[in-house]
């Protein structure tokens, strides 16, 4: 009877439910964590959710096999601006939408199989969780890790909200296509700045994330160590004292020819009010992009404002004070010195405004005019390990590498006593306020005799009212008629509620925690948080690896301070897996203009439409729903079983590589599940046959370090080879009975319907996922035979595989016998035949 994956997968994820098979439970066993990064509720599930899903599967149900009591939560992230999108563009209200695609994606990702404790499920939208989210503000308020300042924002005039850098794009909002306007609002902020060094230092101990998101983190977070001064102003009738600079590399001082403010520094600010010239240029500056990646690729611009500063280090030496794009209000102070000899960006500048360019090092040797002329054509930017002979030299030595003279100039500077050496980090503060409704309400009120206000906990969840409509940009809670009114929790008079409502990545920040005691009236349960935390093993893209990861490691830290989690939670995530991303060819054709027309895999056969038509192939690429390579899990499920989408994920690369899928490597995997369950159902005669004992013995062992080194493609490797052996064996009875149990164990973790079929039909007890891990017999792992190599006059030529106790004298026989040797020897006798015990046969012919 073939396998029939239909009806297989159903029954026993209904057996697993009906016994509670994943419900995680707090006792006397060893505890173990997974956790994949929850998703957004968008309302279809794909093929990498498919991926992420499987790989934390394998995970979680090969720790329960060994003994661990298992944590493997879902939820959803489910706040954001999708689906007050689609409020705005389809009518209805963003959490019907919301709800709606939960529901959707959950019932597509349950056929899948995934060993998930279903009833910690929750939503960030949900009630409880909006109640608890804003308890834990109230008590990061009274402990300090809140601020309210007014900031430089990226402002779209017309859906009236803020936008995060990554959603201005060419200068204008990603949604609207509207001009972006920097704009001063007064907003709420995480003093995540606080804890940049402890953040930072912290990243030696994460052993178990991989070395590139730690780079990541580390470059975001980006300690310097700097020299901070002032520029005098020459003029006092100029409308200000001086100018304050921070640089790292106060050692090419000697080669400053120009100091350059952001456009929203205070001082081109005030400049500005009184020269539109000015006002223009800045303004025309904001609308080129905000983001680093915007100011670092966009032309470099400046405008000369008729300013002028002195040098430090020489009063006469007078500097012109320019204004530039690629100045950053919001690090070091808006305002920097500009030496083109030695930075490629000011050297950019320089010549096309035609500053003067000075060299203050060149390379080893060089004397002045050398090292001017150099620079006069491109910037000098030699590592700071390197050691370079400085030409306008003002502290240390001669030659030195630029870390040394870094250190002797900050010297030099506190001792004349014209700067100070300062640490700074790239980190700033988290700005939450989102001028947003589908968001977690921000829960303060503004009272006329009080001010700003927290609310009162037993007045908790302030909840968002239902009774809104998206028929005009901006928030819908600011013009609600009367959800903003509220009493002051401190005087009882009057009061108007916060409006903005919380980035989206708070809501993510902590669910992790949350799901140790998903239903606490509290936001954690401390002492299933003591239990459980920390995450054993988190799973996700890459593409999280610095903001969600940073800010969940700032609230951890965040919520043992407020005491909800215990002293060891400071960094949630013992272990992190980034996996790639699921590719696809694309296939097109095009229409009578010569553009691209995409086309579903599912509608090309062969290489052509339905209608004949060839298509064009780009090989590999992310699935993308705009270039229709999308694959439907639902579709291969419903084809295929869940098994074999979870197979083919898991057999194709390493799961850190993209996968790519097709469909004949779906079909291959099909063929080799009902091939194992064919195994199982034959009865065959016949007794033991050990060596596919010492196979399956070795499977265990080869399985069990593939699993617990990420390397899912080499244990499905070793699983196809003891079906194989399997099949080649003339074993029968319970000696195969009791390798097919093996085999069963094995696979359970990633095919786990199929496992179960094959257990029961081998005679195994109970479920396979209440049988445990096997262990390996290590009799059966040590080799009786060892392989030698040949090599004739110094050449490899064969191989003989012998008894590892073997005399030298019948290994000598066997290698004079061999076909190989005998040719060489064309029947002479070899001069010299030496035999190194277990690992080489020499022969001198």
Not at 11 to 32: G, L, N, V
Not at 125 to 134: G, L, P, T
Not at 147 to 176: C, F, H, Y
């Amino acid at each position: 009877m073939p396998y029939d994956p239909s009806s297989s997968e159903a029954r026993w994820q209904k057996a697993w439910a009906d016994a509670d098979s994943f419900t995680a439970i707090r006792d006397e066993r060893p505890k173990y964590y997974v956790l994949e990064m929850f998703p957004y509720p968008s309302g279809r599930i794909h093929m990498g959710h498919v991926r992420n899903y499987t790989m934390g599967d394998v995970v979680a149900r090969f720790k329960r096999a060994q003994g661990f009591s298992v944590l493997h939560p879902m939820g959803w992230d489910a706040f954001g601006m999708p689906a007050e999108n689609a409020a705005m563009e389809q009518g209805g209200h963003p959490r019907d939408w919301t709800y709606g695609n939960i529901a959707t994606m959950r019932e597509q990702l349950k056929p899948l199989g995934l060993s998930i404790d279903w009833s910690r499920e929750f939503a960030t939208c949900d009630d409880s969780y909006v109640a608890q989210q804003q308890a834990l503000f109230l008590d990061f308020l009274d402990a300090g890790l809140i601020t309210r300042k007014s900031a430089q924002v990226n402002w779209d005039p017309v859906d009236m909200t803020v936008l995060a850098n990554e959603q201005v794009i060419d200068g204008k909002g990603w949604r609207s296509g509207a001009p972006v306007e920097r704009k001063e609002l007064t907003q709420w902020f995480f003093r995540i700045s606080d804890y940049s060094e402890e953040l930072l230092e912290a990243l030696e101990g994460l052993t178990g994330w991989p070395d590139k998101v730690r780079l990541m983190q580390q470059n975001w977070i980006g300690k310097s160590r700097g020299l901070q001064f002032s520029f005098a102003a020459t003029d006092a009738s100029q409308g200000f004292d001086a100018i304050e600079v921070y640089t790292t590399r106060p050692d090419t001082l000697m080669g400053a020819s120009f100091v350059a403010l952001s456009p929203d520094h205070p001082i081109i600010r005030t400049l500005a009010a009184g020269r539109p010239e000015v006002a223009d240029f800045c303004e025309e500056c904001r609308r080129i992009g905000t983001t680093e990646e915007a100011i670092e690729t966009a032309p470099k611009m400046g405008f000369d404002t008729g300013l002028t500063v002195r040098h430090p280090l020489d009063p006469e030496w007078q500097l012109p004070v320019w204004i530039a794009n690629f100045v950053l209000m919001d690090y070091g102070t808006g305002a920097i010195f500009g030496s083109p000899a030695h930075d490629e960006r000011d050297h950019e500048f320089a010549t096309k405004y035609g500053l003067p360019i000075r060299a203050t090092f060149g390379e080893r040797g060089m004397d002045l005019a050398q090292a001017d002329a150099m620079v006069a054509k491109a910037a000098y930017v030699p590592l700071k390990s390197e050691v370079v002979t400085y030409v306008r030299g003002f502290a240390g030595k001669t030659e030195q590498t630029g870390e040394a003279a870094v250190d002797a100039a900050i010297a030099h500077a506190e001792a004349e006593g014209y700067g100070k050496g300062v640490t700074k980090f790239r980190l700033r503060d988290w700005g939450i306020s989102r001028q947003r409704y589908w968001g977690c309400p921000i829960p303060v009120v503004h009272c006329e005799t009080c001010g700003t206000v927290p609310e009162a906990k037993e007045n908790l969840p302030v909840l968002l009212p239902q009774d809104v409509s998206f028929d005009q940009p901006g928030n819908p809670l600011d013009r609600h008629p009367t959800w903003r009114q509220a009493s002051c929790p401190k005087c009882g008079g009057k009061a108007l509620r916060e409006t903005d409502t919380m980035d989206t990545f708070v809501d993510s920040s902590w669910y992790y925690a949350r799901f140790t005691s998903s239903r606490a009236d509290t936001p954690t349960n401390r002492a299933d948080a003591d239990y459980w935390m920390n995450v054993d093993q988190y799973i996700g893209g890459i593409e999280h690896a610095i903001l969600h990861l940073l800010y969940s490691r700032f609230f951890a830290r965040a919520m043992v301070k407020t005491g909800h989690l215990p002293e060891t939670a400071k960094e949630p995530f013992n272990a992190l897996f980034t996996q790639g991303m699921v590719t696809h060819e694309i296939y097109m054709t095009r229409d009578t203009r010569g553009r691209p027309v995409y086309h579903l895999p599912e509608d090309v056969t062969d290489g052509k439409l339905a209608d004949g038509t060839p298509v064009e192939v780009v090989p590999s690429a992310k699935m993308s729903k705009s270039k229709k390579n999308v694959v439907d899990p639902v579709n291969i499920v419903s084809s295929f079983g869940a098994d074999t989408a979870r197979w083919f994920m898991l057999s194709d690369s390493p799961p850190e590589r993209d996968v790519e899928w097709t469909a004949a490597g779906a079909e291959a995997a099909s063929k080799f599940l009902s091939r194992v369950y064919r195994l199982a159902e034959e009865t065959r005669g016949g007794g033991e046959d050990p060596e596919l004992t010492r196979a399956a013995h070795r499977a265990i062992a080869d399985v069990t370090k593939s699993i617990e080194g990420f390397a899912f493609n080499k244990a499905v490797a070793k699983l196809y080879e003891l079906a194989n052996a399997v099949g080649k064996s003339g074993a029968g009875g319970e000696p195969r009975r009791e390798v097919l149990r093996i085999l069963a164990q094995l696979m359970a973790p990633m095919v786990p319907h199929l496992a179960e079929e094959v257990w029961s039909m081998a005679g195994g007890q109970g479920m396979v996922v209440d049988a445990g891990w096997p262990e390996p017999d290590p009799a059966m792992l040590e080799d009786d035979t060892v392989t030698l190599p040949i090599q004739i006059n110094g050449k490899r030529r064969a191989e003989i595989s012998v008894a590892k106790d073997m005399p030298k004298d019948q290994i000598e026989a066997l290698v004079l016998a061999d076909d190989t040797v005998q040719r060489f020897l064309d029947g002479a006798t070899p001069k010299k035949l030496i035999v190194v015990p277990g690992r080489i046969v020499n022969v001198v012919a």
